[in-house]
């Protein structure tokens, strides 16, 4: 029977991650696993937590939205400790690209039969985070300053938060000129983001990489550029669904190394969490990371 270590983010989607591990934690144990929860008092003591208990062998179980999932996924990224997912944040963006379910049953079900599968990772490199390692994506643009603001609200939570933060970002943002590495291959973009995927979902399950896999070794590379401020927020709403693929100011490359820098200051986040300015670099991790889920 496994033995799961749980790392707590207490301030989840508003608290809620004690919460959503309470239902799951009784499954387990009823079951006859053994389970203890640690609480995390920040990202970096979130990574100390997993690291130790993934060096004891136990299942590390990140409790909280995609920030904690992406902290912790990076801490384990290469040493071959095995995640598992409770969402309780806002987003859960990652682990809907997993298909993981709601119910606590079905969650604790995969958590204790399943066996790991190995995801990809996105090593991200700056001049300010040195080398960090997270699972979703990489954002440069109107994006990471829309979840920015979306961080920083204390009156929105959820779904608004991050369409609050959108239409404060859009409504000051400019095109920005772009210089992108892909594979040594360089290309030139002006427009509102470049984002590095290595899953379909970002932004509170907006669709923005529909081709992305998080097991195929590649990082999709979606390229919104410049547009009447009227046609970004339709394509916006199409986030929803992926149909912002079919405009023309949508491009998508593939790769396993991005660069992207700017002629201007431009801002860039990761999975929800990291806050800088370009430039930053971007490499794909091959099947990095064991993680307990169950595709489709």
Not at 17 to 34: N, P
Not at 178 to 201: F, I, K, M
Not at 211 to 221: C, H, K, P, S
């Amino acid at each position: 029977m496994r033995q799961f270590t749980a790392v707590v983010n207490p301030t989840a989607g508003d608290a809620t991650g004690a919460a959503a591990l309470l239902h799951v934690a009784r499954l387990l144990r009823e079951a006859g696993a053994e389970l203890e929860t640690e609480y995390s008092h920040s990202l970096d003591h979130a990574r100390d937590l997993a690291r130790a208990a993934g060096e004891r062998g136990r299942v590390v179980l990140a409790v909280g939205g995609d920030g904690m999932a992406g902290g912790i996924g990076g801490a384990l990224s290469g040493t071959g400790a095995v995640l598992g997912l409770v969402p309780a944040g806002r987003g859960n963006d990652f682990a809907r690209a997993l298909g993981l379910p709601a119910d606590p049953a079905a969650l604790a079900d995969i958590l204790l039969r399943d066996e790991p599968r190995a995801v990809d990772t996105i090593e991200v490199e700056s001049a300010v985070h040195r080398r960090t390692v997270v699972l979703g994506s990489v954002y440069a643009g109107v994006d990471a300053l829309a979840n920015r603001h979306a961080n920083r609200s204390r009156l929105l939570r959820g779904a608004a938060s991050y369409y609050a933060g959108g239409l404060r970002a859009v409504t000051t943002w400019r095109p920005a000129d772009y210089r992108l590495t892909l594979d040594g291959d360089e290309h030139a973009h002006r427009g509102y983001t470049v984002v590095a995927a290595n899953s379909p979902y970002y932004g509170f399950g907006r669709l923005v990489a529909p081709g992305a896999r998080v097991d195929d070794g590649l990082l999709d590379i979606v390229l919104i550029g410049a547009a009447p401020r009227r046609l970004f927020f339709a394509m916006m709403n199409e986030l929803k669904t992926g149909a912002h693929l079919h405009r023309a100011e949508v491009r998508v490359l593939r790769g396993r190394e991005l660069r992207i820098e700017a002629a201007t200051p431009v801002p860039y986040g990761a999975d929800g969490e990291v806050d800088a300015t370009l430039p930053v670099t971007v490499r794909v991790r091959p099947a990095d990371l064991p993680v307990l889920y169950r595709p489709a």
